[in-house]
């Protein structure tokens, strides 16, 4: 915290920042994709061109949509234009923008040094959003982003549970498109990502049913979590919800809340059941 923060002559803390980037966050973002990116393209690739040259094609072509004939000749003038762009741009288009730079950075360590500095920037200037999985997410505090990132992790180098990777990656997609989010159907990837996880260790097709079997796997879970989740999966098969079912009347549409709710407790809950289950010697390889 800074000196004038700390006397109160500054506001301590802003509102998180979910449908809108003030100047701060703007620039902070824009820094970081000119000194981690952009000004790294120097090197040349073996028709002549600079990596900048290239980035520039694949920019005009995938990203603008333009004619790449229209790509000013100098490359003062290229960044120029860019940086034009992304100041232009919706608060959803600059995160439309750093999702498509991080996706073309080859690099490995390169995009994971690019995507937690945008984080660092993204948690200090209070944004809504952190970069999971080279998608942005709507994630507000360390905590959820420590649960889902870590569910991830999990579920996509433990070979049995590339199912459950797989929904949980559907989920962020769902919940994360800015312009049309589907949180109905994240809520449903959510829950499958558990359902999933429960399978491969129960081998119960159904979650009601490997809940209520998983203590004689050798888990003994929290009777207050196991019933929490009962309920959850009891409200994702509700026939007002129609989340996992046909929709037979005026249904009860999720929102943003409940999508995002989902995601964390869901992740969370892997997180659980993994661990649980290594403890007592259940193998997911």
């Given at each position: 915290?800074?000196?004038?923060?700390?006397?109160?002559?500054?506001?301590?803390?802003?509102d998180?920042?979910?449908?809108?980037?003030?100047?701060?966050?703007?620039?902070?973002?824009?820094?970081?994709?000119k000194?981690?990116?952009?000004?790294?393209?120097?090197k040349?690739?073996?028709?002549?061109?600079?990596?900048?040259?290239?980035?520039?094609?694949?920019?005009?072509?995938?990203?603008?949509?333009m004619?790449?004939d229209?790509?000013?000749?100098?490359?003062?003038?290229?960044?120029?234009?860019?940086r034009k762009?992304?100041?232009?741009?919706?608060?959803?288009?600059?995160?439309?923008?750093?999702?498509?730079i991080?996706?073309i950075?080859?690099n490995?360590?390169e995009?994971?040094?690019?995507?937690?500095?945008?984080?660092?920037?993204?948690?200090r200037?209070?944004?809504?959003?952190r970069?999971?999985?080279?998608?942005?997410?709507?994630?507000s505090?360390?905590?959820?982003?420590?649960?889902v990132?870590?569910?991830?992790?999990?579920?996509?180098?433990?070979?049995?549970?590339?199912?459950?990777?797989?929904?949980?990656?559907?989920?962020?997609?769902l919940?994360?498109?800015?312009?049309n989010?589907?949180?109905?159907?994240?809520?449903?990837?959510?829950?499958?990502?558990v359902?999933s996880?429960?399978?491969?260790?129960?081998?119960?097709?159904?979650?009601?049913k490997?809940?209520?079997k998983?203590?004689?796997?050798?888990?003994?879970?929290?009777?207050?979590?196991k019933?929490?989740f009962?309920?959850?999966?009891?409200y994702?098969?509700?026939?007002?919800?129609?989340?996992?079912?046909?929709?037979?009347?005026?249904?009860?549409?999720?929102?943003?809340?409940?999508?995002?709710?989902?995601?964390?407790?869901?992740?969370s809950?892997?997180n659980?059941?993994?661990?649980?289950?290594?403890?007592?010697?259940?193998k997911?390889?």
């Amino acid at each position: 915290m800074r000196f004038s923060q700390r006397i109160g002559k500054t506001p301590s803390k802003k509102d998180i920042q979910l449908d809108w980037i003030d100047e701060d966050l703007k620039n902070g973002l824009w820094n970081l994709i000119k000194m981690l990116f952009i000004d790294k393209l120097d090197k040349y690739t073996d028709y002549g061109k600079s990596e900048f040259d290239k980035f520039a094609e694949i920019l005009w072509h995938n990203f603008y949509k333009m004619a790449i004939d229209t790509i000013p000749e100098y490359k003062s003038s290229v960044e120029s234009y860019i940086r034009k762009r992304f100041y232009d741009f919706e608060w959803y288009e600059i995160y439309d923008f750093i999702e498509f730079i991080i996706s073309i950075q080859l690099n490995h360590s390169e995009k994971n040094k690019l995507a937690s500095s945008i984080n660092a920037v993204l948690e200090r200037e209070f944004s809504g959003y952190r970069i999971i999985d080279e998608k942005v997410a709507p994630i507000s505090n360390q905590l959820e982003f420590e649960e889902v990132s870590y569910a991830l992790d999990k579920t996509k180098f433990l070979t049995a549970l590339e199912g459950a990777n797989i929904h949980l990656t559907n989920a962020i997609e769902l919940i994360s498109d800015k312009k049309n989010p589907n949180y109905r159907n994240s809520v449903k990837e959510s829950i499958s990502a558990v359902e999933s996880t429960c399978r491969i260790i129960t081998g119960e097709n159904t979650l009601g049913k490997a809940l209520n079997k998983l203590e004689s796997k050798g888990l003994n879970l929290n009777k207050q979590l196991k019933s929490g989740f009962d309920k959850i999966y009891a409200y994702t098969n509700d026939k007002d919800n129609g989340i996992r079912h046909a929709i037979v009347s005026e249904p009860i549409e999720p929102d943003f809340a409940d999508a995002k709710y989902m995601l964390i407790s869901c992740s969370s809950f892997i997180n659980y059941l993994i661990t649980k289950a290594e403890k007592i010697g259940i193998k997911f390889e």
